[in-house]
């Protein structure tokens, strides 16, 4: 059995990606509104199994100081990577005024939002250079911490469905830059062999292809292909096994093909 419950899906149409930034920005406010619920009043020294040596602390403080420091890159529309990451956390002064604090950093996540063009162009270390990659961005580091905290705390994570379709399709464009915090994705090369990720559930398909020089995804038209190893699940199944949360021998998933290739897939795409 799967381990998120998938009830809180809500659309009954298939995801067309990507979904707006305007959705990703509600979302960021919703998913981080769900993550303070989780977390208020929880024992924050409650260890996180899928973020090994994090605390339920060490995971909140890391998803509201990432919504800060994503905010002043786009409230200054850099141009190029940041020297430093030092940013003002204005951090509680007690571990009980950290619910509270993730609310206000998700707060100066909004007020970012609000007074930047989400087609502004500007440095981001993934593939689409505008500012709305990092609006997106913050939001999945916020959904799968928000999972994170749910797990710990033994609660059954719901995902909505083209959320986490969307999702999907974020993770799959972005890894092929992720090699500069991400080393082993370097090791994703190949001589043309292809993996599908299909979800089944919100109509999304996609087909990674290994190159000499790297990969990437196929255009949508070859979604029709053969592909040597294929993965199939619900979306919000889907995109907790390319984060690492959950393990592909589960139930949940439908795979097929070249188990090696699917090794070393998910051997080298954790980031």
């Given at each position: 059995?799967?381990?998120?419950?998938?009830?809180?899906s809500q659309s009954q149409t298939p995801s067309s990606f990507a979904l707006t930034p305007a959705?990703?920005?509600?979302?960021?406010?919703?998913?981080?509104?769900?993550?303070?619920?989780?977390?208020?009043?929880?024992?924050?020294?409650?260890?996180?199994?899928?973020?090994?040596?994090?605390?339920?602390?060490?995971?909140?403080?890391?998803?509201?100081?990432?919504?800060?420091?994503?905010?002043?890159?786009?409230?200054?529309?850099?141009?190029?990577?940041?020297?430093?990451?030092?940013?003002?956390?204005?951090?509680?002064?007690?571990?009980?005024?950290?619910?509270?604090?993730?609310?206000?950093?998700?707060?100066?996540?909004?007020?970012?939002?609000?007074?930047?063009?989400?087609?502004?162009?500007?440095?981001?270390?993934?593939?689409?250079?505008?500012?709305?990659?990092?609006?997106?961005?913050?939001?999945?580091?916020?959904?799968?911490?928000?999972?994170?905290?749910?797990?710990?705390?033994?609660?059954?994570?719901?995902?909505?469905?083209?959320?986490?379709?969307?999702?999907?399709?974020?993770?799959?464009?972005?890894?092929?830059?992720?090699?500069?915090?991400?080393?082993?994705?370097?090791?994703?090369?190949?001589?043309?062999?292809?993996?599908?990720?299909?979800?089944?559930?919100?109509?999304?398909?996609?087909?990674?292809?290994?190159?000499?020089?790297?990969?990437?995804?196929?255009?949508?038209?070859?979604?029709?292909?053969?592909?040597?190893?294929?993965?199939?699940?619900?979306?919000?199944?889907?995109?907790?096994?390319?984060?690492?949360?959950?393990?592909?021998?589960a139930d949940a998933f439908e795979i097929t093909g070249d188990e090696d290739l699917l090794a070393r897939w998910f051997a080298n795409s954790t980031f």
């Open positions: 059995m799967a381990i998120v419950d998938h009830s809180g959705a990703h920005r509600d979302a960021v406010a919703a998913q981080t509104a769900r993550f303070v619920t989780v977390v208020k009043g929880a024992d924050l020294a409650t260890p996180v199994p899928t973020c090994p040596g994090w605390t339920l602390l060490d995971l909140v403080r890391h998803a509201g100081s990432v919504q800060r420091w994503f905010s002043v890159l786009l409230r200054r529309l850099v141009q190029e990577p940041p020297r430093s990451r030092d940013v003002e956390l204005r951090l509680p002064a007690d571990e009980g005024g950290f619910a509270d604090w993730l609310t206000a950093s998700a707060a100066e996540a909004a007020g970012a939002f609000a007074v930047t063009d989400p087609d502004a162009p500007m440095w981001v270390w993934g593939a689409d250079h505008h500012a709305r990659f990092w609006v997106r961005r913050m939001l999945f580091e916020t959904l799968v911490h928000r999972v994170d905290a749910e797990l710990a705390l033994g609660l059954r994570p719901a995902i909505d469905r083209d959320l986490a379709a969307d999702g999907v399709d974020e993770f799959l464009v972005n890894l092929p830059f992720a090699t500069p915090f991400a080393p082993d994705v370097a090791k994703l090369r190949g001589s043309g062999e292809t993996l599908r990720f299909r979800c089944t559930d919100a109509g999304g398909d996609w087909v990674v292809r290994l190159r000499p020089d790297g990969f990437g995804l196929d255009d949508q038209d070859s979604a029709d292909a053969s592909a040597d190893a294929t993965v199939q699940a619900a979306a919000a199944d889907l995109l907790l096994l390319l984060y690492g949360r959950l393990d592909r021998g």
